[in-house]
């Protein structure tokens, strides 16, 4: 598959926007995650997206576009929670190779897909893990071991809140990519926040680089640990919100 010029300047002119700018290798190497996501994709579920442009911006810059709330430049330790099939955390090392990336997903095949990606692509301090955001948060698994967790898992605030406070560290954050306006979800969520250690720090509304798409980065300051009876066991968090 081979990509024309213009496909590489609107993937490069999108970062750009971001007040980014990503060199020939880094542009090649999202080039060919492209290539083997839509490879994967013919026999497995990975993604309903698969055109160019359409990937570029609701993956790639969508992804990308953490930058605009936190210090990308910075040598962050990071959980991307519920990963999927990469993303945000992918393209996030692929920009800022500075980051220590794990990718965190309970689905088995995509995890193998995040093993080739991460192989073909010569990412270096980044490992996909197979399991249950219930099951690694527990003591001595991943619990408060990073600096940063993001997801764009789609779920409620406290079902998310729930899931990803757990592996921060006090002072760290959770960021939730989220694609519409969250007011009332944000107020919901605001005693779950609290009582798992976190406190509402800001959001920040955009529209993704040449496009028309909305985005808000709701951002969540850990300030003590979570008690240890959070996350409850699978499927409560989603079932039983907080």
Not at 26 to 48: G, H, V
Not at 68 to 96: E, H, N, Q, S, W
Not at 116 to 136: K, N, Q
Not at 165 to 194: C, R, T
Request: aromatic share 8%; hydrophobic share 40%; net charge negative.
């Amino acid at each position: 598959m081979d990509l024309e010029q213009c496909d590489r300047v609107r993937l490069c002119n999108g970062i750009n926007e971001l007040g980014l700018k990503p060199d020939d290798h880094q542009i090649d190497q999202l080039i060919q995650y492209y290539e083997l996501l839509i490879e994967w994709n013919r026999f497995m579920n990975l993604t309903a997206i698969t055109e160019w442009n359409d990937v570029c911006t609701k993956h790639f810059i969508d992804s990308i576009s953490l930058c605009k709330v936190m210090d990308c430049t910075r040598d962050l330790t990071v959980i991307d929670v519920g990963t999927g099939a990469g993303f945000p955390g992918i393209p996030l090392k692929i920009v800022f190779p500075n980051l220590r990336i794990t990718l965190l997903d309970s689905l088995g095949k995509r995890v193998k897909f995040l093993h080739e990606v991460i192989e073909r692509l010569g990412l270096e301090h980044i490992e996909a893990v197979h399991g249950r955001a219930e099951d690694f948060a527990k003591a001595g698994l991943l619990r408060e071991q990073f600096d940063l967790c993001v997801s764009r898992a789609v779920a409620n605030l406290s079902t998310l809140s729930e899931y990803c406070l757990p592996y921060v560290k006090i002072d760290g954050f959770f960021i939730s990519y989220k694609s519409e306006k969250i007011s009332e979800e944000m107020q919901a969520a605001q005693h779950a926040i609290e009582l798992l250690g976190g406190s509402i720090y800001d959001q920040t509304e955009f529209v993704l680089p040449n496009s028309n798409i909305y985005r808000n980065l709701f951002q969540v300051k850990k300030i003590r640990s979570t008690p240890k009876k959070y996350p409850r066991k699978a499927g409560l968090p989603s079932k039983e919100p907080l």
